[in-house]
């Protein structure tokens, strides 16, 4: 494939893990979070941890766009199927997130809920042009990545004057999540979660540009450097926030320079502002409630905000009690310090997010990574 | 005064009509529907022995395999074939897959209200060839009519009957440590090219589906090494290559190490993999076989894959470890390490 197998090469992979190995200085730690999931899944499927030393650690971030969806969020999709009979569009990995009841959009479709599977939000669109007597709703989730496209779609839904169409907006906004893990006491304590720096967002920078990360150099001290989803790219990005901790810097750098900019894409966010403006607060699942991270629909395209159409309210519902989704996603633990992991809780029967998605800390170190600490019950 | 001919009957209009609920009742219309579809496409002696059942000759001494397999799939016609083969092709397999000789295929046909006569009959006429190709006849079959909406147009289940030759012991509890992990082709080609025509996803490509009989390529390969070299074969299907793999890796409790780098993927698919978030260790393949053989044979089953037509991609991707926790595990392009775990549920496409 290519301008993908390049970045794939292994003899680069190991000449660049060599160099981090050599430069890294043997009498301290490094512990950097990669905050994307996207990046998680790179480390996971290629075995990234078998080329770095021994005193750097990856601590998995809160950048899986379904594993921050908290249970409510998706309680509220499945009472729009059900209770409102509307037929449901959404993303694939969401469908697998576990909500309240034992339920999920999966099994809420086996009893009978309208639920598609859907590429594009255009696609919900299409759906709605075809059924102009149903109600078609788009779950909207994710990052900047998958925003752009759902302000696309509800402005074309404005402009072909569409009756039927609305969109049930979870998106969240990432510095803001950059922003809590700093400020969460585990990281202002220093003892507890240190993070000497981050492997910036890869699709979400070609959106935002690498600007929004620069107080987090200035004002936190911490390095960031943004990094494409491929292997070398990770690895590439290591090497280079190793040595600027070596050298007491703490920059914004960019090695993604093929698709990010300082600026990122202005167009996109042009449409972003119009159509979303910032919420107050809101919950992410394993973070609690975390303010001005998520975007609401403006009072302009309130015809097209599912919340306002059918009256949504939120009832926030909490995790399993033995579930450390939120701990983990923080950093302040491994998956492998939950008593859930590999026992209860598996990718079949997922308890907490983090299980949900291969992006997810904890299933990606169970769909790849657990061989390196064996004995896990095995499915 | 108008006289009926006699033996006459207004043939089934093949060009516009449709299954209706009459062709499912068991009166005059259903048998003209097995009579002017699936007998005149299928038409061998057993089937014109005409009973409910088929008396069928088998060679003296060996032992019967019989494998059978239900195809459900949307939508029914694809890139490279449709229900039709594949639902003899793929039953064909199960029983290629312990070394038997496939020699006899039963097909059940659960029709859907309002499926056109003429996709039916492309289907059926698809079926026959692909019988035909295979050399092995279609015997015996049964049609029910279900209404609309309870089907999805056409569900095909078949079942396959072989014989397998005294000596030859081939099955999933067989892969020893050690042993030598080979696949026939390149994987994904057939879950790819079904995907492509998906409604909410069609892109642009030329990948076709692989779907094919395996059991000539089979032969090959016996026929070139001892008969004690070969010991587990099996069609990576559902679930793909990797859940294969884990499924022997269970039954002969032993692990496996693969090398990522050696196992064929063609680039379309790969890319087509990649835009659509998917991994193809888990797609789908119809024409494809998995050989787990002795080591010092290894050489010689490749070379007999690679003269096949059906293998001539053919390649050496791993090998069999000794490993109580039964993981599969994979050397990754880039040096790393990491397990090729169970597919878990459905493959969904990934966000971030």
Redesign the interface.
């Known amino acids: 494939m290519k301008y993908v197998d390049e970045f794939r090469d292994g003899d680069l992979a190991r000449r660049i893990g060599d160099n981090i190995v050599h430069e890294a200085d043997p009498s301290r730690d490094y512990r950097f979070m990669e905050f994307c999931g996207g990046h998680t899944h790179a480390i996971a499927r290629y075995g990234v941890v078998d080329l770095l030393p021994g005193n750097l650690r990856m601590i998995h971030g809160p950048g899986c766009p379904v594993c921050v969806l908290p249970i409510g969020r998706v309680d509220m999709a499945i009472r729009l199927a059900f209770e409102r009979g509307v037929m449901l569009c959404t993303y694939g990995d969401v469908m697998r997130v576990p909500a309240s009841d034992g339920l999920s959009l999966m099994r809420a479709k086996a009893r009978g809920a309208d639920i598609r599977m859907v590429y594009s939000p255009l696609d919900a669109l299409k759906l709605a042009s075809a059924n102009p007597g149903r109600e078609v709703v788009f779950f909207a989730i994710g990052f900047e990545t998958t925003t752009p496209p759902t302000a696309l779609a509800i402005r074309q839904a404005e402009s072909e004057g569409l009756q039927n169409f609305s969109v049930l907006c979870s998106h969240v906004l990432t510095p803001a999540a950059i922003t809590h893990v700093l400020r969460s006491p585990e990281v202002q304590d220093y003892r507890t979660v240190p993070i000497d720096g981050f492997v910036g967002p890869a699709h979400v920078s070609i959106v935002i540009g690498s600007r929004p990360y620069e107080g987090f150099a200035t004002t936190y001290r911490k390095p960031v450097v943004i990094a494409g989803f491929e292997p070398l790219d990770v690895m590439q990005a290591i090497l280079m926030l190793v040595r600027q901790v070596n050298e007491g810097r703490a920059e914004v750098e960019n090695e993604f320079t093929r698709a990010v900019t300082r600026e990122g894409n202005a167009c996109a966010q042009a449409a972003m502002a119009d159509v979303f403006e910032v919420r107050e607060s809101f919950e992410w699942r394993g973070l609690g409630q975390v303010p001005a991270s998520a975007l609401k629909i403006r009072g302009d395209y309130a015809a097209f905000d599912a919340e306002t159409r059918f009256d949504l309210d939120y009832r926030p519902v909490a995790d399993h009690k033995q579930c450390e989704c939120g701990a983990i996603l923080r950093g302040v633990k491994k998956p492998t310090e939950c008593k859930l992991f590999g026992n209860v809780c598996t990718p079949e029967t997922p308890m907490g997010s983090c299980m949900v998605s291969s992006e997810g800390a904890c299933a990606a170190h169970y769909s790849y990574g657990r061989f390196r600490d064996i004995p896990v019950v095995s499915a | 005064m108008a006289t009926p001919k006699r033996d006459y009957v207004r043939p089934l209009d093949l060009k516009t009509g449709r299954i209706d609920m009459n062709h499912g009742a068991g009166g005059r219309l259903s048998a003209q529907l097995i009579a002017e579809v699936f007998v005149r496409a299928f038409d061998n002696e057993f089937l014109g022995q005409g009973n409910d059942g088929a008396l069928l000759p088998i060679p003296a001494g060996e032992r019967l395999v019989m494998a059978t397999d239900a195809h459900v799939i949307f939508p029914l016609f694809f890139p490279g074939g449709d229900i039709g083969c594949l639902s003899v092709n793929g039953t064909i397999n199960d029983v290629a897959m312990l070394g038997a000789t496939p020699r006899y295929l039963s097909a059940s046909f659960i029709l859907e209200e309002g499926l056109p006569l003429a996709e039916l009959q492309r289907i059926v006429a698809s079926m026959a060839r692909a019988a035909r190709d295979a050399g092995v006849p279609i015997v015996t079959g049964d049609t029910k009519v279900v209404e609309r909406g309870k089907g999805d147009g056409v569900f095909i289940s078949t079942t396959c009957i072989g014989t397998v030759r005294p000596g030859l012991e081939i099955g999933g509890a067989r892969a020893r440590a050690g042993d030598a992990v080979l696949i026939s082709g390149t994987i994904g080609d057939h879950g790819v090219a079904v995907l492509s025509k998906r409604e ?2 069609e892109f642009e490509t030329a990948i076709e589906s692989d779907t094919a009989a395996l059991h000539t390529l089979v032969a090959g390969v016996l026929a070139a090494v001892p008969h004690d070299a070969v010991h587990v074969l099996r069609d990576p299907t559902r679930g793909g290559l990797a859940t294969t793999l884990n499924e022997i890796a269970k039954q002969s409790g032993v692990g496996m190490m693969l090398q990522e ?1 050696a196992i064929p993927i063609l ?1 379309q698919v ?2 087509a993999c ?1 835009m ?2 998917l991994d193809p260790m888990y797609i789908a393949n119809e024409g494809k076989l998995v050989a787990i053989v002795d080591p010092e044979s290894a050489g010689d089953v490749l070379a007999a894959m690679r003269a096949h037509p059906l293998g001539r991609d053919a390649a050496l991707i791993g090998n069999v470890t000794a490993d109580s ?3 599969v ?1 994979m ?9 090729v ?2 597919l ?2 459905e493959p ?5």
Request: net charge positive; glycine share 12%.
């Open positions: 909410s996803l780098s680039p790969d890319a990649e659509l978030g926790h039964r993981f595990q050397a990754s392009r880039v040096g790393g390490h990491r397990i775990d169970w878990s549920g969904l496409p990934r966000i971030c």
